[in-house]
């Protein structure tokens, strides 16, 4: 999966991640989100519907329609655009980032491995 949008790294089940969302709320004013996921969250709920996200958009390119319609845009919502069940689509509302009018293009998803450095001191 991870190939297929890109990906070069292979994502490790226990181990930490940034997934970072950009998104746009009102024809060039972005919102962003930062969440901290496990290697297992983003290969269950974040992969698949990035993947989905992706194809929609090169399908789509530079239409006036949007990827990611949320509360005051009258398009398809994203559960029914991509065919998402309740618990991911529930898990995406809680880690997409959200505007004054809601969100209606999804720009970027990036994964960040979470590096935490110690400096032992004693």
């Known amino acids: 999966m991870l190939e297929e949008l890109g990906g070069f790294v292979e994502l490790v089940s226990n181990r930490k991640y940034i997934v970072y969302i950009v998104a746009d709320t009102n024809d060039g004013d972005y919102v962003t989100e930062e969440t901290e996921l496990t290697g297992d969250e983003i290969e269950r709920f974040i992969m698949p519907v990035a993947a989905k996200i992706k194809a929609w958009n090169e399908a789509n390119p530079r239409t006036n329609d949007h990827n990611w319609a949320s509360l005051g845009y009258a398009c398809t919502h994203p559960s029914e655009l991509y065919e998402l069940d309740d618990e991911t689509s529930e898990y995406w509302?809680?880690?997409?980032?959200?505007?004054?009018?809601?969100?209606?293009?999804?720009?970027?998803?990036?994964?960040?491995?979470?590096?935490?450095?110690k400096i032992v001191l004693l």
Do not use: A, F, K, N
């Open 93 to 117: 509302s809680e880690i997409t980032p959200y505007g004054e009018h809601g969100i209606h293009t999804i720009e970027t998803v990036e994964i960040r491995p979470l590096i935490i450095d």
